[in-house]
């Protein structure tokens, strides 16, 4: 079945940087389009970056010149650099996969930004 693993969340001082991953299995990653989301205690989620089967990227202006998303291919992984980070980016963040029009989730890293 598919799964989607999320991991590399924490607690960072504002500022700081963190590496998500979200390992995938159960579908053919290299076809997928791959995003990364998050939500906030109260918020509702939201699209922070998204990577296509291509390569193509695209970002929420608030994270723009701060995140940066990848993938592997051959490893079944895509990752969220994510840089300067700031006590707004504190939320969990989701992996979604989008394979032909079926989208698949994982259950979530949080991320907490705190001096």
């Known amino acids: 079945q598919v799964q989607l693993v999320e991991s590399g969340g924490g607690l960072v001082q504002p500022g700081g940087s963190l590496r998500l991953s979200c390992a995938c299995s159960g579908f053919t990653f290299s076809r997928g389009t791959m995003s990364w989301y998050r939500q906030a205690p109260g918020k509702e989620r939201e699209l922070v970056a998204a990577?296509?089967?291509?390569?193509?990227?695209n970002y929420a202006d608030s994270v723009k010149g701060r995140f940066t998303i990848s993938r592997d291919n051959a490893k079944n992984t895509v990752y969220l650099q994510m840089n300067s980070l700031r006590p707004a980016d504190t939320a969990v963040y989701y992996c979604?996969?989008?394979?032909?029009?079926?989208?698949?989730w994982g259950q979530g890293t949080q991320v907490t930004v705190s001096s």
């Open positions: 979604k996969a989008r394979v032909l029009l079926n989208d698949y």
């Open positions: 990577i296509s089967s291509g390569g193509s990227t």
